[in-house]
C-alpha cells in the first residue's frame, strides 16, 4: 500500500553493549540482537553528511535534488511544526536495497489482535524488525507453524528514538516529494513523543502530524499543481481506510461472537475478507484504474495484514479532533498528547475516543481548549498510597489503576486521576493572540488570506500541563 508514512557519528558502541546485554539475559534472544546490531553499523558505516554527497560530482542529479528537498523539510519541521531536528537526516545512506527493515506482523487466525514484542528501549511492540527479509520471512513461517496469521512488510524508514541520529535513506528518497516529507514528519514526530507498550497510539499520533505537517508545508511552499494532487491521494487513502475499517468491525463482532462455534466464524472471516476485496474492485472501477495500490489490493489480507495496517489508523480521528479542539495549536496538541501518554492504557484509550473527553460541555457553538473540554481543566496523574490519600489530593479524586509492588504483592499503589482542590482560575484564550486556526482537513487555496478569529472564550482551567 503506498503509505504517505510506511551528523555526528551515532553513539552505536554504548547502544550495541546495552543492547547486547539485553540479549545475554536470554541465549535464543542473542540471535536476534546480533543482527539487529549488525544493521545498525551497517546503516552508521554507509552514512555520509548531505553536504558531502551534494559536493560530489558523481551523485546523480536526481538524488541531488531530493537531498536539498529533505533539507528544506527538516528546516520547515523545526519552524512551523515544533519538531525537534535534534541530529537527524543531516546524513545520506545508500543501503542499496528497497527497504531498511522488514517487520513481522502476527495474530491469531480468529483474533484481530497483534502479537507482540518487548525490547530495551521501545517497550513492548506489535512487530519484530529484522534487516534481512530472508530473515524475517523465516520467522514468519516459523509462527505460521504455530498456528497464526503472518504478514512481512518492507520498512522504508524508522526511528530510533532519539538513542542515535537518523539519516536519510535511499529506501525512500526516490518516493514523490509529498510522501517524501510525510515520512520525515512521522519519524521526527517519534522522537518527540514516544510512548512505549502503545504501538497503536504512538502510530495514530506520528501519522497525525504527519498529515497536518505536509498540508502545512504545500500551503507554503507547494504549487496549486501539488496540492490539488495531494488532496486527491489522500482521498483515495481515505477510502482504501475506510473499508478496511469496515472490515475490521465486522471481523470484530464475528470473533466476539459467542455463539459462534470456530467452524462459523472461520466462515464468516472469510466471507468479510470477500467483501473487502470486492470493494477493492469497486474502488479500481470508480477510479478508472488502481493508482499505485494494484499490488495492495491484490495481496492476500489476514489478521496479521489488516492490523498492521490498521494500527496507524485506529486513532487518527481521536488526535485530530484532539488537535482541532487546540485550534491547530501543535505545541498546545503536543503537551496534550503527553499527558495523555502518562495515562494507562485502557484509561487514555477510553478517554481518546470519547466524546465526553474530546467535545466541549460548553454552551459555546464553537470547540475549546481541550483542557476546557474537561470541564475542570487537565487533572493530575500522581501516585497515591491509599483512595484516601487521592481523595485527599483532590475533591474529585479517583484511582484509575491499583498496582501491587512487585516484591512486596501485600502492598498496593494507587494511580489517581485528580483535580487539585485549590482555587478555581479563570483564563481568558483570546482567538486573535493565538495561532490562527488552521484547517486541518483541507488545504486552504488561498493560505496568505487566513483570518484570525477575534472573539474570546473564557474557560475554567484548574491544572495547566
Not at 518492507?154 to 518516493?175: E, Q, R
Not at 485506529?314 to 501543535?330: H, I, K, M, Q, T
Request: proline fraction near 6%; charged fraction near 20%; aromatic fraction near 12%.
Amino acid at each position: 500500500m503506498p503509505r504517505e508514512h510506511f551528523g555526528q557519528r551515532r553513539h552505536c558502541i554504548g547502544f550495541t553493549l546495552v543492547a547486547l546485554a539485553a540479549a545475554a539475559l536470554s541465549g535464543c534472544a542473542l540471535p536476534y540482537y546480533t543482527q539487529a546490531v549488525g544493521g545498525e553499523i551497517g546503516i552508521m558505516r554507509a552514512e555520509r553528511p548531505i553536504a558531502r554527497v551534494l559536493a560530489d560530482p558523481a551523485t546523480p542529479p536526481a538524488v541531488a535534488h531530493r537531498l536539498r528537498y529533505v533539507l528544506k523539510v527538516r528546516r520547515f519541521a523545526r519552524t512551523h511544526l515544533g519538531l525537534a531536528l535534534h541530529g537527524n537526516y543531516r546524513d545520506y545512506a545508500d543501503l542499496h536495497r528497497p527497504y531498511v527493515v522488514w517487520n513481522v506482523f502476527a495474530a491469531p487466525r480468529l483474533s484481530l489482535t497483534l502479537k507482540r514484542w518487548c525490547f530495551p528501549f521501545a517497550g513492548c511492540v506489535a512487530y519484530r524488525g529484522y534487516f534481512s527479509k530472508t530473515a524475517a520471512e523465516h520467522y514468519a513461517r516459523t509462527l505460521a507453524h504455530k498456528g497464526y496469521d503472518v504478514f512481512v512488510g518492507g520498512v522504508p524508514a524508522f526511528a530510533t528514538l532519539g538513542y542515535l541520529d537518523d539519516p536519510v535513506l535511499n529506501t525512500f528518497i526516490g518516493y514523490s516529494r509529498t510522501t517524501i516529507a510525510h515520512i520525515i514528519f512521522h519519524e521526527l514526530a517519534h522522537d518527540l513523543i514516544y510512548v512505549p507498550n502503545a504501538t497503536t497510539f504512538d502510530e495514530s499520533f506520528a501519522d497525525t502530524v504527519a498529515a497536518v505537517g505536509v498540508h502545512r508545508y504545500l500551503e507554503v511552499e507547494g504549487t496549486p499543481a501539488e496540492r490539488a494532487r495531494y488532496l486527491r491521494r489522500r482521498a483515495r487513502h481515505k477510502a482504501v481506510i475506510a473499508l478496511m475499517t469496515a472490515c475490521r468491525r465486522r471481523l470484530a463482532g464475528v470473533y466476539a461472537n459467542r455463539a459462534l462455534d470456530p467452524r462459523q466464524k472461520r466462515a464468516g472471516r472469510r466471507a468479510a475478507y470477500r467483501a473487502l476485496d470486492a470493494g477493492f474492485r469497486a474502488l479500481v472501477h470508480r477510479w478508472h484504474g488502481s493508482h499505485g495500490y494494484g499490488a495492495f489490493f491484490r495481496a492476500r489480507f489476514n489478521n496479521a495484514r489488516l492490523g498492521a495496517y490498521m494500527s496507524y489508523e485506529n486513532l487518527v480521528p481521536a488526535f485530530r479532533r484532539l488537535l482541532a479542539l487546540e485550534d491547530g495549536d501543535l505545541p498546545a496538541f503536543f503537551a496534550v498528547v503527553r499527558w495523555y501518554g502518562r495515562l494507562p492504557a485502557p484509561f487514555r484509550d477510553r478517554e481518546l475516543r470519547s466524546r465526553a473527553g474530546l467535545v466541549s460541555r460548553g454552551a459555546t457553538p464553537e470547540p475549546v481548549n481541550a483542557r476546557a473540554a474537561f470541564g475542570r481543566g487537565l487533572p493530575e496523574v500522581l501516585w497515591a498510597r491509599s483512595a484516601r490519600a487521592c481523595r485527599a489530593a483532590s475533591t474529585t479524586g479517583r484511582i484509575i489503576k491499583r498496582k501491587p509492588l512487585r516484591y512486596f504483592p501485600f502492598m498496593v499503589r494507587n494511580k489517581c486521576l485528580a483535580w487539585p482542590s485549590s482555587a478555581t482560575v479563570t483564563k481568558a484564550y483570546p482567538r486573535a493572540s493565538r495561532s490562527p486556526a488552521r484547517p486541518i482537513n483541507t488545504i486552504s487555496p488561498h493560505p496568505s488570506k487566513r483570518t484570525a478569529r477575534s472573539a474570546s472564550v473564557t474557560v475554567r482551567d484548574r491544572f495547566p500541563i
